[in-house]
């Protein structure tokens, strides 16, 4: 648990994880802490700056901001670590078999990596939704396919050098098969720069569906999305720009936490800053 | 003598490098008997590991692959064997120690863990909980203080020399007939190095496994080793006891070695070392490898133009020198030049 002392210590990245436990909890007690429905509309109180009874204000259908930024935190969490869990779920394995076996394999996997390289990530998910069709499990599919190169091309990386490690020839010197050594040998080793790049994943995940969002292809009206509501408060950006200030601070902050999480758990992690504190017995 | 437990016979391993193929061991035979030490000496790019990693079968393929020679393990040729077969020898009837234990343990895995993994990899019925206690008694026969605590530590928490005993732990841990030692101590500081050493004695004494010690530290091979082999450009060029080779080489590359080693049980006015580099593997000299660095040769035709075979020199030794006769003469000289006399002091 060093890790997690040297973590600790680590401000910007505490302060990122006080932003997104803070989203966290905003998400799920929502509907305890606001008295509005996110969907509620309320023409008579359209397009009101923020005030007593509604903190951030109201939009054009007059439905309460705040309330619809907690029920987005929802949706932008979810989107975010869905899409990268499937990143991971597919990314890794293939990473690991190109690094580790190299050949035909490494090429083959390498080579797919690279077409999806070709195209920012931004257009390979805009290029997705068009062909899956709009819907949020296809905003999540998307995003999570776009992650997906990024992460083959790390995990390949990091298993090239480790299974040149002394250890790993140690452990087949033991008898162990492949199978063994990849899980037990090289799976655990390259974990810390996967976790680290899968958090930065989380906020630019995050990003990459506010982007959707914003331009139509995300999740759909009316339901709450920080890019939607971004979009949509567009054409009020000079009259209202509560409307679109407030999403984009909402987006801004879920960046910003996951970078600086991610950030502190590459120092806290850093094997290279791992020291002996426990005097040997 | 009894039937060898491990014999090597026209080994040849090659590696397909960008400027041509190397022949790192090449036609390389020896015999291992039951409960010896067998001391592999020989300069760096000799060939010395590459031996040990072709009897393990894990000589990275590519570019490396073996093209002759056998390997026989008591009567079964392992160079014959299918990949599972040879898995499930390498450690249990061949175990290995390596080099820097620094590296050779996966920092991320306590050194308990990894031991107990050497033994259940071999026997899956063995529990969690046997195999804690068998790690527990290893880590103990090897010296390390406190075993149950040290069951649980990471390798980080270990000194170099703890980590080079828990990979000896890991090496015996199911009782091999052979127990190869690729220079199991260079990594290691000189004071804990002794310790190792004998660590490594009493293990195999235990094990009664029959050991292979790699090394270039002539002082190891000294203490040691009962039989040595000398390799130079990936050959065998000399076999003899250790006593013999010592005091009466017969290969001019052994005498360049005592030579040029600094002694603190003679006196010596100043050191003989061998002149010239290593040859170039790719392109192997013409007739005798090491005829461009050889004090004996003085531009005698054979040396240009056939390579010297390994001559029987009597009592299971043996040269790989066409001059090997004169070699003790030489010695008497060298001797003079450096002050003192060789061969006397072991």
Redesign the interface.
């Known amino acids: 648990m060093r890790a997690w002392r040297r973590f600790r210590h680590h401000t910007p990245a505490m302060i990122g994880l006080g932003i997104i436990v803070t989203f966290v909890l905003l998400a799920a007690l929502a509907p305890v802490i606001s008295p509005y429905d996110p969907n509620d509309q309320d023409l008579a109180a359209a397009i009101q700056g923020p005030s007593g009874s509604h903190w951030l204000g109201t939009d054009q259908l007059g439905r309460d901001i705040a309330t619809r930024l907690m029920y987005g935190a929802r949706i932008s969490l979810m989107i975010g670590v869905l899409a990268v869990a499937i990143g991971l779920v597919i990314g890794v394995p293939l990473g690991m078999i190109a690094g580790y076996y190299g050949g035909w394999a490494d090429l083959a996997i390498s080579r797919l990596a690279d077409m999806m390289f070709a195209f920012t990530s931004i257009l390979l998910a805009l290029t997705l939704v068009a062909v899956l069709g709009v819907s949020l499990q296809n905003v999540i599919v998307a995003v999570g396919i776009s992650v997906i190169p990024v992460i083959i091309r790390l995990v390949r990386s990091s298993v090239l050098s480790l299974r040149e490690?002394?250890?790993v020839?140690?452990?087949?010197?033991?008898?162990?098969?492949n199978g063994?050594i990849i899980v037990?040998?090289v799976f655990?080793?390259s974990?810390t720069p996967v976790l680290v790049h899968g958090t930065l994943s989380i906020g630019v995940s995050i990003l990459l569906a506010a982007g959707l969002g914003f331009l139509g292809l995300g999740v759909q009206s009316p339901t709450a999305e920080w890019g939607t509501m971004l979009g949509e408060g567009r054409q009020f950006i000079f009259s209202a720009p509560h409307l679109t200030t407030f999403p984009g601070i909402a987006i801004f902050l879920a960046i910003l936490a996951f970078n600086l999480l991610g950030d502190g758990l590459r120092d806290a992690l850093d094997?290279r800053m791992?020291t002996?504190d426990?005097p040997?017995? | 003598m009894s039937n060898p437990v491990l014999s090597v016979r026209g080994l040849t391993t090659e590696f397909v490098t960008p400027g041509g193929v190397v022949k790192a061991v090449n036609d390389v035979s020896w015999d291992l008997y039951p409960g010896e030490t067998l001391g592999v000496v020989g300069e760096s790019g000799s060939g010395k590991s590459v031996t040990a990693m072709s009897i393990l079968g894990l000589v990275p393929s590519p570019p490396g692959r073996i093209v002759a020679g056998e390997i026989l393990l008591e009567d079964r040729d392992l160079l014959k064997m299918s990949a599972k077969e040879l898995r499930k020898l390498r450690g249990s009837d061949i175990g290995m120690i390596f080099q820097d234990p620094m590296t050779s343990l996966n920092p991320v895995l306590t050194v308990g863990a990894q031991i107990s993994e050497a033994l259940r990899l071999h026997d899956r019925t063995l529990s969690r909980a046997e195999a804690r206690t068998r790690t527990i008694e290893l880590l103990a026969m090897v010296g390390v203080p406190n075993p149950e605590g040290r069951f649980d530590q990471y390798p980080h928490e270990h000194s170099g020399g703890m980590r080079q005993r828990a990979m000896i732990a890991m090496a015996i841990a199911n009782d091999p007939k052979v127990l190869i030692a690729d220079e199991p101590t260079t990594a290691l500081d000189v004071t804990i190095q002794a310790q190792v050493l004998e660590v490594l004695r009493t293990a195999q004494e235990r094990t009664n496994a029959a050991t292979i010690l790699i090394t270039h530290d002539l002082g190891v091979i000294a203490e040691h080793a009962d039989r040595v082999v000398v390799m130079y450009g990936g050959k065998v060029v000399e076999v003899a006891d250790v006593r013999s080779i010592f005091s009466a080489p017969r290969h001019p590359y052994t005498l360049g070695l005592m030579s040029s080693l600094p002694r603190l049980d003679v006196d010596l006015e100043r050191l003989d070392p061998i002149p010239g580099s290593p040859p170039n593997l790719v392109d192997l000299p013409e007739g005798c490898s090491f005829r461009p660095r050889c004090r004996v040769t003085r531009g005698r035709e054979i040396c240009r133009t056939t390579v010297p075979p390994l001559y029987d020199t009597g009592e299971g030794k043996a040269a790989a020198c066409h001059f090997s006769e004169e070699v003790p003469a030489e010695m008497v000289t060298v001797s003079r030049e450096m002050g003192a006399r060789l061969g006397s002091g072991s």
């Not at chain 1, 140690?170 to 162990?176: E, H, K, Q, V």
């Open positions: 490690e002394p250890y020839e140690a452990a087949r010197a033991l008898g162990a098969g063994r037990r040998h655990r080793n974990l094997p791992r002996v426990r040997a017995a």
